[in-house]
C-alpha cells in the first residue's frame, strides 16, 4: 500500500522503494503519538502522501536550482523528466500510461491526491476524505473536478482520447 502510493507519485521504483523505507522509519518514530482518531489505515496514508509531497517538493527545488545554474554556465544541465516506470504495466501499454499519469501530475495537489487514492488506491470517498483531513463532500467535489481536468487535457493531448 505505502510503496504503490509512493510509486505514484514519485515514477521510479528506485525512489519509491526508498520513500516507503522513509514512510515506515516515520511510522515507526510516532506510532505512540497516534491518536486514534482515524483508523490505523488512513494514518499510514496521510504519513506517506505527505512524505512523497515533500520529496516532490524538494526534486523540484533541485531542478530549479539545476537550471539557474545552467543559466550561469554552472555545472551541468541534465534536467530530464522522470520515465515512468511501474513493474504492474506491461511494456506495451507503459507509453499511455506514462501519459495518463504526466496528465495526473499535472493536476493541482490536491485533485491528484484524491485521485491516486480513488482511481488507484481504491480508496473510498470517506477514506480519501480521512487522508486529506477534509470532509467527504470536498473530497467528492475533487474528485469529480480532477475527473474533469483529466478528461480535458488528456483530449486536448489526444484530440479524443475518451
Avoid at 515507526?28 to 509531497?53: E, M, P
Avoid at 527545488?61 to 523528466?81: D, H, V, Y
Avoid at 511494456?91 to 485521485?115: F, Y
Wanted: some cysteine; aromatic content about 6%; hydrophobic content about 40%.
Amino acid at each position: 500500500m505505502v510503496y504503490n502510493v509512493c510509486l505514484n507519485y514519485l515514477h521510479n521504483t528506485q525512489d519509491a522503494e526508498e520513500a516507503t523505507q522513509d514512510v515506515f522509519v516515520r511510522i515507526h518514530g510516532s506510532l505512540d503519538s497516534f491518536c486514534q482518531r482515524s483508523t490505523l489505515k488512513t494514518w499510514i496514508y496521510r504519513i506517506a502522501v505527505n512524505h512523497c509531497f515533500d520529496r516532490v517538493k524538494a526534486n523540484k527545488a533541485q531542478k530549479r536550482f539545476a537550471q539557474i545554474q545552467s543559466l550561469f554556465g554552472i555545472g551541468k544541465n541534465e534536467i530530464t523528466p522522470v520515465d515512468f516506470n511501474h513493474p504492474g504495466v506491461k511494456l506495451e501499454d507503459q507509453e499511455a500510461v506514462s501519459e495518463i499519469m504526466k496528465a495526473i501530475h499535472a493536476l493541482p495537489e490536491n485533485q491528484k491526491t484524491a485521485l491516486i487514492l480513488k482511481s488507484i488506491e481504491g480508496l473510498s470517498q470517506k477514506e480519501i476524505a480521512a487522508v486529506m483531513e477534509i470532509g467527504e463532500k470536498a473530497a467528492e467535489s475533487l474528485l469529480s473536478r480532477a475527473k474533469v481536468n483529466l478528461k480535458r487535457m488528456l483530449n486536448d493531448k489526444e484530440g479524443n482520447v475518451f
